[in-house]
């Protein structure tokens, strides 16, 4: 089991950045794609899928709604993942969440084996 805690979510003006960080338990991390999703206000049923990395950070992929703003990284020595967030839009806003996977194409598609609690991102002047 891999146990997730993501950290460095808060509130920023437009146009800002953030990184968020996400700390993994256990031995395996390197055995997982990793990915970061997120649920907006009012579509909390709804996972938005943003970013993922393969297991050797080699590869990764991104949502069109992010792609180009956002860069996903990992330290498989650190047993983290990272999503470096800039030129944040008001509709960023959420809460983010990193994730396992079995793959990338998995985690594009929406599938996560474990996932943390989540870390708070507010885009606002």
């Known amino acids: 089991q891999v146990q997730l805690v993501e950290s460095g979510g808060g509130l920023v003006q437009p146009g800002g950045s953030l990184r968020l960080s996400c700390a993994a338990s256990?031995?395996?991390?390197?055995?997982?794609?990793m990915a970061w999703f997120r649920q907006a206000p009012g579509k909390e049923r709804e996972r938005e899928f943003l970013?993922?990395?393969?297991?050797?950070?080699?590869?990764?992929s991104y949502a069109d709604s992010v792609k180009g703003r956002f860069t996903i990284s990992r330290d498989n020595a650190k047993n983290a993942v990272y999503l470096q967030m800039d030129n944040l839009k008001p509709e960023d806003t959420a809460i983010y969440y990193c994730?396992?996977?079995?793959?990338?194409?998995?985690?594009?598609?929406?599938?996560?084996?474990?996932w943390g609690q989540g870390t708070q991102v507010t885009v606002s002047s």
């Open positions: 256990g031995r395996t991390f390197s055995a997982y794609a």
């Open positions: 970013a993922a990395i393969s297991r050797s950070g080699g590869s990764a």
């Open positions: 994730a396992t996977a079995r793959g990338v194409n998995q985690a594009v598609d929406g599938f996560y084996d474990y």
